[in-house]
């Protein structure tokens, strides 16, 4: 069960990722309706992401597993920092492209 919270974060920050850039190629065709409802799934498939380390982290302290925490902590909080930042960057680069269309 545990493994599935990793192999799901790993999913949705590929989601957080790939949704923004879909609408940054997308942003010169005519259907331009649901570029908001993007960025937000993105958003939130970032924000479910970290979620899903979080409680990969709690299941550790659960279980009582001290190196493994020790071991993964610093590299935890690294990732995840860069998995936020970089789903903003390019959320709010689709907000600048779209608001420069209409």
């Keep these: 069960m545990s493994s599935m919270l990793n192999l799901g974060s790993l999913v949705l920050g590929l989601l957080a990722w790939i949704l923004p850039i879909i609408n940054l190629t997308r942003y010169k065709k005519d259907n331009q309706r649901n570029w908001s409802a993007l960025s937000i799934l993105s958003i ?50 689709t907000i600048v492209v779209y608001r420069k269309i209409k």
């Excluded at 071991?71 to 930042?85: E, K, P, Q, Y």
Aim: aromatic share 12%; glycine share 2%; net charge negative.
């Design 44 to 93: 939130s498939a970032c924000a479910i992401s970290l979620c899903f380390q979080v409680f990969y982290a709690n299941h550790l302290v659960i279980i009582e597993d001290w190196s493994a925490l020790m071991d993964i902590s610093g590299t935890m909080a690294f990732v995840s920092a860069f998995l936020l930042i970089v789903t903003v960057i390019l959320n709010a680069i």
